[in-house]
Structures are given as structure tokens and as C-alpha cells.
């Protein structure tokens, strides 16, 4: 378990607040930052575009899976095997078969799929 950071600042608006939801990584973020500005919540939401919002509820769902917890939505993903570094895509969903947890992300404009195990996440440059 990790403890969440507590913010050496105050957000001074609900827009602030938005743009913090729509970077958060994991439900728990979510939670800590809507408890935290529970008078912005509802005004916040509202300014979030669809898919920041279907972001949030992935996050939601998925909020007790490892896989999630790890390749968050939209983080960056490479398959352990790609030594010329050119399957590098976001991740965009998880989905479970037989007790082995995927991952589904975009490469460009192709949508690609893969054990979650047989990935790593990357940082990109922003």
C-alpha cells in the first residue's frame, strides 16, 4: 500500500481541480483529490470532456487490479520483446481470459493487445 502525497498547495478553482482529475492515475488519487475539494466536485466533473470522464470510470472499475495499478490508462507501453522500440503505444484498456490479465493499446493509429506481463511501461518525453 502507498500513501498518497499531500499537496503543498490549494487549488484555487474547480477548473484546477478538473485538470488534476484528468491527470490522476489511479482511483485512489481520484478519491483523495474529490474528498479533498468535495465543494468543487460536481463542478469539476462537469468540465471534463467525454473521454477524460470514460478515463475516470476505467479507473473506477479497475481500481483493485494490479495490471491497472501498473499501466495506468494512457500511460506508455512497450512489449518486453520489442528491441527496436517501435511498438510503443497508450494504454487504452484491460480486459481478463482464462486468469491472465491483457492490455489493450494504441501504436499510432493500429490498436494492439498483449499479455500484461509481457510489458513495460515507458516514460516519454511530453
Known sequence: ???????DFELESPQALAELLAEAETWREVE?????????????????N???????????????????QKFPPGATVQRLDDQEEGLIGEVKTYWQAYGIDYVTFLVGPDVDWCRASNLKRVQTLK
Open 50 to 68: 467525454e473521454p477524460q470522464m470514460e478515463r475516470l470510470k476505467l479507473l473506477q472499475e479497475w481500481q483493485h487490479s494490479p495490471v491497472a
Open 32 to 48: 483523495g483529490l474529490t474528498q479533498q475539494y468535495s465543494h468543487w466536485k460536481v463542478e469539476a466533473w462537469k468540465l471534463l
Open 1 to 7: 500500500m502507498t500513501a498518497l502525497p499531500i499537496p
